[in-house]
């Protein structure tokens, strides 16, 4: 083995350091690298050099949980969510590389080119859920489920902190419907949890279970005056102690009046005159009265047309009958010719 060659697996191991732990954690990843060894090295690198990188690869791997814990940045565990997110990343870039057929010295420093841009993308990764993700309840108990990278093993880790979320004021009408909301943005990632419990706390601090269920919410309809007072909302967990635990101060105001608003068509003089009203026309009403006289136009264009068809028409028939009543007069004096006087003297003698 050239001494080039030698310190690109050396610093290929180094690299793999600080994002193998985790990501090799990943069923997908571990296949990933076992084809790489029996699929792919075969063709595109020495025999000798084989089992000198998978050695490397695997020993490196191995090393993560030497890595330096910080608080802000990295505690040895990280969430499903998290490994899925890096080890699709590694395996993007990895299958970019065998796509590329490269082969030889080359193939080492593209693999070392590419696993040191993954490192620090797993360790933004990383830090991310350090900062957002890791127990992000600002009160309760929170089961979060995390899977250690020097183990591989999923784990419920509790984030325990005050159960006593705080107090809520809540406003409601009478005769309106009261929503009580017991609900946190962490709740849906909680494992562990069971049941939202609301109660009614009394002067005399004793309670009243309302309403046992899944659902974070409370509806109450038409309330009434004594319906105001203090409630309580516990959500429980697998332990015996709540998740955390909400309280609501409740006021009913008197029913809501409705204000009659005068009508968009009428004009109200003010005080001092004597009443009057002015209708006006709304933007509805000038339209329909548009298409009224529209309309008309429309029926009024088509009598005169008829109108006008009819009289000509009848003219038409008239003259007819006029020409052929004088033709047939002429034509009947031509039939039967006048006899001179005399003529028809000698006729009858």
């Known amino acids: 083995m ?47 050099h084989h089992k000198n990188v998978m050695e490397r690869v695997e020993q490196a791997v191995n090393d993560f949980k030497d890595l330096p814990l910080k608080e802000d940045s990295f505690m040895g565990a990280i969430d499903e969510a998290t490994l899925n997110t890096a080890s699709w990343s590694l395996l993007k870039d990895l299958n970019r590389i065998t796509d590329s057929d490269v082969k030889g010295e080359l ?28 127990c992000p309840n600002k009160c309760g108990t929170m089961f979060q489920t995390l899977i250690w990278c020097s183990t591989c093993q999923k784990q419920i880790h509790a984030c325990r902190k005050s159960s006593n ?7 409601v009408h009478q005769m309106e ?13 909680s494992e562990g949890l069971s049941y939202y419990r609301f109660y009614r706390v009394w002067e005399n601090n004793t309670e009243t279970l309302v309403s046992m269920r899944t659902a974070p919410t409370l ?26 635990i909400i309280y609501f101060n409740v006021t ?32 509805n009403s000038e339209n ?21 068809a009819f009289a000509i028409l009848c003219q038409t028939k008239v003259i007819d009958f006029i020409k052929s009543s004088l033709f047939g007069l002429d034509n009947a004096a031509a039939e039967h010719p006048r006899v001179p006087k005399e003529k028809a003297e000698d006729r009858s003698q």
């Open 2 to 48: 050239r001494p080039s060659f030698a310190l690109l697996l050396a610093a290929l191991a180094g690299c793999l350091l600080p994002a193998g732990g985790c990501v090799m954690c990943s069923p997908l990843v571990k296949q990933a690298l076992k084809s790489l060894k029996e699929d792919y090295l075969p063709g595109h690198l020495d025999v000798q």
């Open 288 to 308: 329909t009265l548009k298409v009224r006289l529209a309309g008309l136009l429309l029926w009024a264009s088509l009598v005169l047309t008829v109108s006008l």
């Open 107 to 134: 193939f080492v420093k593209e693999l070392f080119w590419m696993l040191r841009l993954q490192k620090e993308t797993f360790a933004t990764y990383a830090a991310h859920f350090q900062k957002e993700a890791y």
């Open 165 to 171: 979320c705080g107090e809520r004021k809540v406003e």
């Open 252 to 283: 009913v105001l008197p029913t809501r009046v409705e204000e009659e608003k005068p009508s968009p068509n009428i004009v109200t003089q003010g005080k001092g005159t004597s009443e009057s009203s002015t209708p006006l026309q709304s933007p």
């Open 219 to 244: 509806t109450k309809p038409m309330v009434g005056p004594k319906d105001a007072g203090r409630y309580r909302c516990e959500l429980g967990s697998v332990n015996s102690s709540p998740a955390t």
């Open 177 to 189: 419907d009261m929503i009580l909301d017991c609900e946190l943005n962490w709740h849906h990632a």
